[in-house]
C-alpha cells in the first residue's frame, strides 16, 4: 500500500526583547545563574505580571508577515504543570483565544510548491533551566524564566522532512527579515517540535500521530522526520499499530528514542490567568505595525529578478539573509552591473563571510569598496584573478580597492600601443612557431597569448592580446 | 462526575500524596461545590461572548525598558536549599 506523511510543527521563537515578557528583567543567558529574576520570575505571592509591549508588537509582525488574522481580543491562560523548571508551577501561555490566526506561507521544496496553513501564532513565557548532571539534586536556575516566546503552528500540510526542512527555513528568514529573533536552534533561541502520521494515499483521515522533540538543528528536523515516517511504514508493513508517542531526536545514533508514552501525556487544565486581562489590540496598532514591516523574502525575491535580472537562484542566494541583500543592494549604488555584483556576492563575498564566520555586514570590504573594484572591472582596468587578489589585500588589510590596485600594480594593461609592443617582440623571438602557425597550426595562438601573458606578467588584457596577436600573425 | 479516581488523577497532577480517607472526603468536598456550580448551565449562553474575566478595563502594557533585577543572594534566599548559587531540587529526570 502506498503511504503518505503528514507532518506538523511547532516553532517556538525567542523574542529579541530588552526585557522579559511580564517584568522588567533582562533576559540573558550565560550570566551567572539567578542574577536575572524578580518576584515575577519567582512566581512570588502578591508579585502581577504586566505585559511587554514590544512582545505583542513583534508578534503582531510576525502574524502579518504570514497572512494571519490579528485578534482584537486574545486571552491569556494558565498551563498548568509540576516542575521545578518553572516556580509558579504554570506557564503563561495563551490557548483557545491566540493573538494571531489563519496564515499561510508558500514553501518549496523537490522542485514542488506547497501551501503551508498556519494555524495560529500565539505569545508565552519560558521555562528556567535544569541541570541535572552536576549534582546529586538537579540545580534550577531562573534567568531565562519569563523570556518572551512566539509559538508559531501549522496545520498539518507537511508532506516530508525535506518540506518541513523548506518551511522551518522560510520561518527563519521572516523572523530574521523582522529582526524579532536570531534564530539559532543550537542554541535553543529556536526550536522545533514535529507531528508525524501516516495514512494511506488517498484518504483523509489522520492517522495515529507521534511527536518528535530535541531536534536542535534544522537538519535534524528533516532527518528525524524522515526517519520516523520510514518507521511508521516499516509499522504498518509488519501490520504493527503505531502507538501515540514522544520520540526524541539523538543526532549521534541518527535515530529517535521513545520519552513518553500516552498515559504519560500531560493533563494541562487550561484556565483564563486571572493575573492578565484580555489583550485588546486595535486597528490602529495593528495598522502602525503593517506600516513599519520590512520588505519581506518573497517579495524582495521576486523585485531582484524584475529590477536586476539575476535568475531565481541568484536571488535565492541573495535574499537569503536580509543583510545579505543590503550588502548586494548597498554595491548597486557605486557599480551598476548587477550580474557581475550578484557573483561577486555570492562568490568572495559570502565566502569571506563564511571563512571568517562573521555577518556580510562585518566585512572590511564594504558595499562601497566592493563597488569601486568592481568598477574597475567593468571598465576593463582590473583582470578577475586581479580582482580576486585584490579583494582578499583589501579585506586583510582594511584599505580601499584604488589604494590595493596602486600598491600591488594589478592594473590591467589595455593600452594597445604597450602590449602591441610586447606582441611584436615575443613574435620576433619565437620565428619557428611563427612558422609552424603561418603552415596552418593554429593552436599555436594559445603559446602567443600566453608568452604575451607572461611577459606582462600576469596583467595584459587577455581580449587585447589575443586580437593583437591575430592581427599581427595574420598580417604575416 | 467526581469521583475518587479523579481526586487521585488531581492530586497525582500535583504531586500530592493523599490517603484513602483524604481522597473520600475530598472526592465528597468537589463533587458538592461543582454540583453547586454547575446550577449555572442550566442559563442559555448560546448568544454571549465568552468572558474571559468580568472586569471591562484593559490590560495595562509595559514598555521594554529595564528595571533591576534582585540580586542573586536576595533571589535565593527563601530557597529551602541552595547550592553554588542555585537553588537545588530533588533530582527530577528530564520530562
Ligand atoms: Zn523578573
Known amino acids: 500500500m502506498e503511504f503518505e506523511t503528514v507532518i506538523g510543527l511547532e516553532i517556538h521563537a525567542e523574542l529579541l526583547t530588552a526585557t522579559k515578557i511580564f517584568c522588567g528583567c533582562a533576559p540573558k543567558f550565560g550570566d551567572a545563574p539567578n542574577s536575572h529574576g524578580c518576584p515575577v520570575c519567582l512566581g512570588l505571592p502578591g508579585s502581577l505580571p504586566v505585559l511587554n509591549r514590544r512582545v505583542v508588537d513583534m508578534a503582531i509582525r510576525m502574524g502579518l508577515a504570514v497572512g494571519c488574522e490579528i485578534s482584537h481580543n486574545s486571552v491569556f491562560a494558565r498551563k498548568n504543570y509540576f516542575y521545578p523548571d518553572l516556580p509558579k508551577g504554570y506557564q503563561i501561555s495563551q490557548y483557545d483565544m491566540p493573538l494571531c490566526t489563519n496564515g499561510a506561507i508558500d514553501i518549496e521544496a523537490e522542485g514542488a510548491k506547497r501551501n503551508v496553513r498556519i494555524n495560529r501564532i500565539h505569545l508565552e513565557e519560558d521555562a528556567g533551566k535544569l541541570i541535572h548532571d552536576q549534582d546529586a539534586d538537579s540545580l534550577f536556575d531562573v534567568n531565562r524564566c519569563g523570556t518572551p516566546l512566539i509559538e508559531i503552528v501549522t496545520e498539518p500540510d507537511l508532506r516530508s522532512g525535506q518540506e518541513a526542512y523548506a518551511y522551518l527555513t522560510a520561518i527563519k528568514q521572516i523572523l530574521e527579515y523582522l529582526g524579532i529573533c536570531d534564530c539559532n536552534m543550537e542554541e535553543g533561541s529556536l526550536r522545533c517540535d514535529a507531528n508525524i502520521s501516516i495514512r494511506p494515499k488517498g484518504e483523509t483521515k489522520l492517522g495515529t500521530k507521534t511527536e518528535l522533540k530535541n531536534m536542535n538543528t534544522f537538519r535534524g ?256 | 462526575m467526581i469521583d475518587k479516581k479523579i481526586v487521585q488523577h488531581i492530586a497525582d497532577l500535583s504531586r500530592l500524596s493523599l490517603s484513602d480517607e483524604e481522597t473520600e472526603e475530598f472526592a465528597h468536598q468537589l463533587a458538592s461545590i461543582l454540583g453547586y456550580v454547575e446550577q449555572l448551565d442550566k442559563v442559555d449562553t448560546s448568544n454571549v461572548e465568552p468572558t474571559a474575566l468580568v472586569a471591562p478595563a484593559r490590560d495595562p502594557l509595559r514598555q521594554d525598558e529595564p528595571t533591576p533585577s534582585l540580586p542573586p543572594d536576595k533571589l535565593l534566599q527563601n530557597g529551602p536549599k541552595v547550592k553554588n548559587g542555585y537553588f537545588a531540587v530533588p533530582k527530577v529526570i528530564n520530562q
Open chain 1, 221 to 476: 528536523v528533516e532527518k528525524a522526520l524522515a526517519y520516523e515516517a520510514l518507521r511508521q511504514r516499516d509499522a504498518a508493513a509488519s501490520g504493527e499499530a503505531i502507538v501515540q508517542q514522544t520520540f526524541r531526536w539523538d543526532p549521534d545514533r541518527n535515530r529517535t528514542v521513545v520519552m513518553r508514552s500516552k498515559e504519560e501525556a500531560h493533563d494541562y487544565r487550561y484556565f483564563p490567568d486571572p493575573d492578565l486581562l484580555p489583550l485588546v489590540v486595535d486597528d490602529a496598532w495593528i495598522r502602525r505595525a503593517a506600516e513599519t514591516m520590512p520588505e519581506l523574502p518573497a517579495r524582495k525575491r521576486a523585485r531582484f529578478i524584475a529590477d536586476f535580472g539575476v535568475t531565481p537562484y541568484m536571488a535565492d542566494v541573495l535574499t537569503l539573509e536580509a543583510a545579505i541583500a543590503k550588502y548586494f543592494e548597498e554595491t548597486l549604488a557605486f557599480c551598476k552591473d548587477a550580474k557581475l555584483v550578484a557573483n561577486w556576492v555570492m562568490g568572495e563575498v559570502l565566502r569571506f563571510a563564511k571563512e571568517k564566520k562573521i555577518s556580510v555586514a562585518s566585512l572590511s570590504v564594504t558595499p562601497r569598496r566592493l563597488g569601486a573594484l568592481l568598477g574597475l572591472v567593468a571598465e576593463g582596468a582590473l583582470s578577475a584573478n586581479a580582482a580576486k587578489r585584490a579583494f582578499d589585500i583589501m579585506e586583510m588589510q582594511d584599505k580601499d580597492a584604488a589604494a590595493v590596485v596602486a600598491e600591488e600594480g594589478l592594473t590591467q594593461i589595455s593600452d594597445t600601443g604597450e602590449l602591441s609592443k610586447i606582441v611584436k617582440d615575443v613574435v620576433a623571438k619565437n620565428p619557428k612557431e611563427v612558422q609552424r602557425y603561418k603552415a596552418g597550426e593554429t593552436k599555436l595562438m594559445g603559446f602567443f597569448v600566453g608568452q604575451v601573458m607572461k611577459a606582462t606578467g600576469g596583467k595584459g588584457n587577455p581580449r587585447e592580446i589575443n586580437k593583437l596577436v591575430s592581427e599581427l600573425l595574420g598580417q604575416g
